[in-house]
Structures are given as structure tokens and as C-alpha cells.
């Protein structure tokens, strides 16, 4: 309610707060208003889901801020088509092919309409024998995001809940971008890592040539996909290093609620790439398998 960056508390400019705001157009009659809610949600975000210290910068009790934070979630979450969805017109897609043949720099790639990968974020597994699922592969406990996004590193597709232990090629199978077959239009297709099968029907996938790469032609195709496909690694980059408290430690809520705080994270990236607010990615790509 001031003139100060509102970047360091609550991790979004105030130009992407407004448009948040505007997306959410909660006229509550109840409760604290939908703005002070909506900043407790994200300063909760942007302090490492400690309820404790939001109750006490906010002067609310804690079983409030923890009320107001599943229900702004769920309130984000409402917004998910709005924020995150695929190109709308035939202008939008040619603008994006021609992205991602840029980024390849090469003119092979100017039916590319995407690319997607697998993210894993640390949570606090549940106790008993189901716990062991959520272990990954680096073993610590996860649940995956599938993203696809565009030339930008806008996510035009989401896809969260998979338990860490499944393999990126089954969860693609299971999610309804796979299932459904709406995206992308015939054609086209969308690119991905090694770790991922090469498909015509029913998703076109287009992956590099497997190691030990044969030929110089095999050796240039794989550096121009490597060039379009990392936008997906930088996307996930970005908005890493914007929710750091969310996504660089173990997310301490239940299991069951982790697929919303993902996705509010992934819709809120997504409004801020829309009003120039980009956070630089700071951390260090993992190596494809």
C-alpha cells in the first residue's frame, strides 16, 4: 500500500499483482478482502510456506493464514485456463513455430509448437509404506511436473501429482495432452529429451538421436533441437528462482495439496512473463540422462 517494490515480499511486480487481481475479481463479503488475502497467499509463497511467520507479518492467527492460503490457492488454481493454455489463433502458432526455429536457428524446426519435460519438486513424503513411492531416482521424495511451453517459456500445458518414482514416458502417458491428442494441431510437433519416446501418433514427439550419435548430420540435429528444447529447462529456471523458498526445499503441506501450490506457481510465472516481470535463472540445469 505504498510506492515500494512489492518484489522482495511477495515475488511478483505490482503491474503482474494488479493483473492477478483482475484475473481473481473476488468480491468477498466475508473475511479480510480479497486483496489482503491474496497478498498473504503470496507472501506465503515467497517466505517457504511457514504459516508462523505470516501470521505474525500480517498480525493474523495462524489457523487463518492457514484458512486463507488453501483458499486462495484453490482460487488461482480456478484461473489455470485463463493463464495457462494453448495458442488461440493460427497467428499465435506461426508466431510461436517461427520462436522456436529461431531459438534452433534452423528452419527444420518452424513446425515446432512446444517443448516439454518433467520437473521434480521436493516435498515431505507421507508416512507408512506409501511414502517410498515419492522417491525419485536421485532419491529424495518428489512429485512431478509435466510442462509444455512456448518459444517464450510461457507453459501453454500443465500436469502435476505423479508420485517422483515414475518414469517421465509413463506420467505422458496418463496426461490428458497425450490422452486427448488437442495440441498440436497436424503438422506439427513438439520437442523433448532423450527421456522421452519419439512419437508420431497419438502426440507427435520429436527427440535428439540417442548416444552414441552416428554422423555429422545426427551430431547438427541434436544441437539445433538442444537449442530450441532447453526453453522448457529455462522456463522451469525461472520460475525456480522466483518461488526459491517453494521449490529449492522440501514443500512442507500435506501431499495432497502440493499439486495446487505447483500450479498457482506455474500460473503466476505465466502472468509475470505477460507483463515483462522475468526473473533470470539462477540455477544449474540437471544433465539429461
Not at 52 to 66: E, G, I, L
Not at 134 to 161: E, M, W
Not at 162 to 173: I, Q
Not at 195 to 200: A, E, H
Request: aromatic share 10%.
Amino acid at each position: 500500500f505504498n510506492d515500494r517494490d512489492t518484489r522482495p515480499d511477495f515475488r511478483l511486480s505490482r503491474e503482474a499483482l494488479r493483473v492477478l487481481l483482475d484475473l481473481l475479481r473476488s468480491d468477498r463479503q466475508h473475511g479480510w478482502g480479497s486483496t489482503i488475502e491474496t497478498l498473504v497467499f503470496l507472501f506465503w509463497l515467497a517466505c517457504g510456506t511457514s504459516y508462523r511467520v505470516v501470521s505474525r507479518a500480517f498480525d493474523m492467527p495462524r489457523s487463518t493464514v492457514h484458512r486463507i492460503v488453501h483458499r486462495v490457492a484453490e482460487e488461482v488454481v480456478a484461473i489455470r485456463h485463463q493463464v495457462i493454455r494453448f495458442p488461440n489463433t493460427p497467428e499465435d502458432l506461426e508466431a510461436v513455430c517461427r520462436g522456436f526455429a529461431g531459438l534452433a536457428r534452423h528452419r527444420a524446426f518452424l513446425k515446432a509448437a512446444g517443448a516439454i519435460d518433467g520437473c521434480h519438486v521436493r516435498i515431505k513424503p507421507p508416512s507408512g509404506p506409501d511414502g517410498q513411492c515419492y522417491r525419485n531416482r536421485k532419491l529424495f521424495p518428489s512429485i512431478i511436473l509435466q510442462a509444455v511451453c512456448d518459444h517464450q517459456g510461457r507453459f501453454i500445458d500443465t500436469y502435476v501429482g505423479w508420485p517422483g518414482s515414475v518414469h517421465d514416458a509413463r506420467v505422458l502417458r496418463y496426461s490428458p495432452l497425450y490422452r486427448r491428442s488437442m495440441y498440436p494441431p497436424p503438422g506439427h510437433f513438439i520437442l523433448a529429451d532423450g527421456g522421452y519416446p519419439c512419437l508420431q501418433h497419438p502426440l507427435p514427439l520429436i527427440t535428439p538421436y540417442k548416444r552414441p550419435v552416428q554422423g555429422v548430420g545426427a551430431q547438427r540435429f541434436n544441437l539445433h533441437h538442444s537449442r530450441a528444447r532447453s526453453i522448457i529447462e529455462r522456463a522451469f529456471g525461472m520460475m525456480k528462482t522466483r518461488f526459491r523458498s517453494i521449490f529449492l526445499k522440501a514443500l512442507e503441506v500435506h501431499h495432497t495439496f502440493v499439486p495446487h501450490v505447483i500450479t498457482a506457481c506455474a500460473i503466476l510465472h505465466n502472468i509475470c512473463l505477460g507483463v515483462g516481470d522475468i526473473m533470470a535463472p539462477e540455477d544449474e540445469h540437471e544433465e539429461d540422462d
